[in-house]
């Protein structure tokens, strides 16, 4: 099976549609993390990946990111887009680089229960206004999650422990667990 391969209206530009996908090996109880790490280097309005790739490359709104955990015991973080073939190997590059900066500052910080813990670039789901678990320091917008029930995400956040997520992150970046990959699929 070929690529999918178009010619944009506007431009005249060969466009496919582009998979890259981050898989680390991770336990059943991690998924929940994987979702608040995802959330942070995902494509979302918000989100540092999201907004550097839309502002300096111009795509369509067609851009997204799942997270799931396979049955092999891996957990995926896959970005979905509609890119211009000349773009591929800069997508690549700017994509580990902020990957990359984020396990800096991520495992630079102390992960202490009475912290506060920010992160630049994803302030839009942290905010001083609500706090969703004094217990372990980490702050929402109240609505970070709308259309969700409060109660269920403060269930689910305590029984992730700071540790279990700072042990996830590492493993998601480090160099021996790393798979990136890119696809030029059909639909």
Do not use: H
Request: aromatic fraction near 12%; hydrophobic fraction near 40%.
């Amino acid at each position: 099976m070929k690529p999918e391969i178009w010619q944009s209206g506007e431009q005249g530009e060969s466009m496919a549609k582009l998979e890259i996908v981050f898989e680390v090996p991770a336990k059943p109880d991690e998924i929940f993390a994987a979702v608040l790490l995802g959330s942070l280097v995902g494509t979302g309005d918000g989100s540092r990946l999201g907004m550097q790739l839309r502002e300096e490359y111009a795509y369509t709104d067609e851009v997204w990111a799942d997270i799931y955990n396979t049955q092999n015991g891996t957990i995926c973080i896959v970005f979905n887009l509609y890119a211009r073939i000349k773009w591929i190997r800069e997508i690549l590059q700017i994509s580990w680089n902020i990957l990359t900066q984020m396990k800096k500052e991520l495992t630079e910080r102390e992960f202490r229960a009475e912290q506060k813990i920010y992160i630049r670039g994803a302030d839009w789901m942290l905010d001083d206004s609500y706090d969703m678990n004094k217990n372990m320091g980490i702050l929402f917008q109240t609505n970070a999650w709308e259309g969700w029930d409060p109660e269920y995400w403060k269930r689910m956040y305590e029984s992730v422990s700071l540790r279990q997520l700072k042990e996830l992150a590492g493993r998601i970046f480090t160099e021996r667990n790393r798979k990136i990959y890119y696809m030029l699929q059909t639909e």
